[in-house]
């Protein structure tokens, strides 16, 4: 039976104060949609609607470059979340079963809270709403139960002393069956305070049609959203909180906890000793027994068992190092593959480059990748020796065994076992240093002696 997901990413989010659509805001490295859209691929729904309106072109280019399948609906109006939903009804046409409704600006929901509600729908219920204990219930819905089933979301300028003593609150995500979202939703009036068509209406609409309401519970954390600055404070906090406990619980050794940050698809093996200062962007795993020495940052990359990088380092998209490989320093590696046990430790660029098995690159060396137009490859063999300040212009490749001599501009292939010298050749003129410094002693001084007595 298929299935769909309608996520509300319509929102100015005035209080962000931004020309940014609130949804592209980023927590963990990622916009907030992208997390929610990462959720919602979990249920392998057949449909995905994202309901866009400021910034739409901004939302549906990230939307789409995340979701091949995501159809979209315009929200010309912020006439609330029913009015905001009535606009995917003709792309969920054909949809038969569940109607997950999620919000763009809230990241958190887990994929097995929904399989929960997937769930609880199965069972009976027409309609499942995700609710949460709030230990300050002030300002939510609330939600009402009897029997175990959900009779009404009361809004709590609505509510009377015993609905606003209730502590069980409305996240606002609901799962209902297709057909009964279908002829129900145009029945959602606006007769309130704001005039705004609200989703929660739908549960005394359903109950008036038969239909049985119902309600999971999940975290309060879980159902954190973003209205303002201080909201995405708190939630990268809540996150960052979050994983960080996942991770050493999974057996990550981080030194300094509340300095290193996670992005949220960060994936790190067991016995892995992170430093302090390190920053994890998006798309990066590291196998066991790695280490991630201090002030290092690293995004889009793999890190293979044994490995150790940093201090200082920086591991950008593309870069792939093999076990027990060393990279130190003030190293920065992009689109490279470093191969076993090849060893880059001071002061290096090497990027569109593949380093074979147990290379050395010296101090200084930088593969000179760009021409202004095109990337071009360096080819570094297994064993080959780079000595200090080598620059290996692209594309160039230097064979297995080979050595490149300190401070050579290596422009054409070096053989295996070859050795390479690319240098000016050294001159010393003997006495000329000393006679040049007191030459230059003696302008400066002349110089000194002008100005002061300029100054008389």
Do not use: W
Request: glycine fraction near 12%.
């Amino acid at each position: 039976m298929s299935s769909a997901v309608v996520i509300l990413a319509a929102g100015l989010g005035s209080r962000m104060v931004s020309e940014m659509p609130k949804v592209l805001h980023r927590v963990a490295g990622e916009p907030m949609l992208a997390h929610v859209l990462a959720t919602a691929a979990e249920l392998e729904p057949e449909v995905t609607v994202v309901i866009t309106g400021h910034g739409a072109e901004q939302v549906e280019a990230l939307a789409s470059a995340l979701c091949a399948q995501a159809q979209f609906a315009r929200q010309a109006e912020q006439l609330g979340t029913g009015h905001a939903v009535l606009q995917a009804l003709p792309a969920l046409e054909g949809v038969e079963g569940d109607v997950f409704i999620l919000y763009g600006d809230t990241p958190f929901i887990r994929p097995d809270t929904l399989e929960k509600m997937r769930a609880a729908r199965a069972s009976g219920a027409g309609l499942v709403v995700l609710g949460f204990e709030a230990a300050e219930p002030a300002g939510y819905g609330r939600l009402v139960r009897e029997g175990g089933e959900l009779v009404a979301i009361v809004e709590e300028r609505d509510a009377d002393a015993a609905v606003r003593a209730l502590t069980l609150c409305n996240s606002g995500v609901m799962c209902v069956e297709a057909g009964l979202l279908r002829s129900l939703l145009p029945r959602v009036g606006n007769e309130n305070a704001k005039g705004e068509y609200y989703l929660t209406d739908l549960v005394a609409l359903a109950r008036g049609a038969g239909a049985r309401a119902g309600v999971v519970v999940c975290g309060e954390a879980e159902t954190l959203g973003v209205n303002s600055r201080a909201d995405l404070a708190a939630a990268e906090a809540a996150f960052q909180a979050g994983r960080r406990r996942e991770m050493m619980e999974a057996g990550v050794t981080l030194t300094a906890p509340e300095t290193v940050f996670f992005a949220r698809d960060t994936m790190i093996g067991a016995d892995t000793v992170i430093g302090q200062n390190v920053v994890f962007g998006p798309g990066v795993t590291i196998e066991n027994g790695a280490e991630i020495r201090p002030f290092c940052h690293l995004e889009g990359c793999h890190v293979s068992s044994g490995a150790q990088v940093g201090p200082y380092a920086r591991l950008r998209p593309g870069a792939e190092l093999g076990a027990d490989v060393r990279v130190g320093n003030f190293v920065e590696i992009k689109e490279a593959q470093i191969d076993k046990g090849a060893k880059i430790n001071h002061l290096s660029y090497v990027g569109d480059a593949s380093v074979g098995e147990a290379a050395n690159l010296g101090a200084g060396t930088i593969t000179c990748n760009y021409d202004g137009v095109m990337k071009h490859r360096t080819r570094i063999g297994a064993r080959a020796f780079i000595g200090s300040n080598g620059v290996l212009v692209a594309p160039v490749g230097i064979g297995d065994d080979a050595f490149v001599a300190a401070g050579s501009v290596i422009t054409s292939d070096v053989a295996p076992g070859a050795l390479a010298l690319a240098r000016g050749r050294q001159e010393n003129k003997p006495g000329l240093g000393l006679r040049l410094r007191e030459r230059l002693k003696a302008i400066k001084a002349g110089r000194a002696a002008a100005a002061d007595k300029g100054k008389g």
